[in-house]
Structures are given as C-alpha cells and as structure tokens.
C-alpha cells in the first residue's frame, strides 16, 4: 500500500510542478535549446534588396513619363499615373513602378485609341458587336440608298466651268 501512494504522490508532484501531461512545454530545463534566432521579413529590406538588384543591371531614370498603360490579354489596363520608370537597354528591362489602377479597356477608351495594338483592336471591335446587338443600345447606322438623299439638293451647274 505504500508503493501505491507513493506513485499517486509522484504523479502530482510531477503535475503540480511540470503543468500535467495536458499542457504543453515550450522552455524550461529540458527543452530543446534554439540554433538560431528567427529573422522577421520587413517590407524595406525587400526594397532594399530589389534596389541593389537593378543597380547591378545598371538601371537608368526615364524623366517626364506621365502615364503607362499595360494591357491584358482578358481585356483590362494596368494604368499608371505619373509612375517612376527606369530601363536598362542592355539587359532588356523596364521597371515601372508608381500607384496603379486596374480598369476596363472601355472606361479608357477615348484617350488610349492610339495606344492599342492590333489585338486589342480586335477586342474593341468585338465590344461595339456586342454594344450594337444589346438591346436599348443605340442603333447602327444604315447606308440610304441615293433616291432616300432627301436633304442635299443634286447639283444642277457644272462648277468647273464657273471656276
């Protein structure tokens, strides 16, 4: 019967002082001790190593670029505003890099016609189709045939002749 309590005496020494089998341990004497101390990531030491990167390229400023627009394959524009861009020629790399928006090709469109390649060309294209066969969409305009010319009166004097 001693034995007995003896172990049930061992068993709550050994909860009261180690927190019971329940708890886990995490320091203390007998833990693993730690090789090496945990290196937290901050966002300027990312910056600081894509820095050094384009500094080995060779990286040069580009001044007075007022925007950048980068088009997609499914129809958006990556568009910046007054973006900081640096190339290097020899290594066949631009870095825009400035506050962005992602729009529609269509919120855009007045003012990047001339910006558009032959694929996004087709992509608009493909937009008035679908905006002239929407219903409510403003109609197509249809050739008149030269009888249907009501308004322009035909010329009746040679004016190469007066000339």
Known sequence: MADAEMLEARQRMIAKRFGGASQSRTGG??????????????ATSDDKKLGSTLKKLGVTNIPAIEE????????????????????????????????????????????IINQLGQDNLEHIKAIADNLQGAPGAAPAVEEEDDEGDDGIPDLVDNFEEAA
């Open 68 to 111: 950048v627009n980068l088009f997609t394959n499914d129809g958006k524009v990556v568009h910046f505003s007054n973006p900081k861009v640096q190339a290097s020629i020899a290594a066949n790399t631009y870095v825009v890099s400035g506050p962005n928006e992602t729009k529609q090709l269509t919120d855009m469109l007045p003012g």
């Open 29 to 42: 004497k007998g833990s693993v001790r730690r090789k090496k101390k945990a290196v937290h990531k901050t």
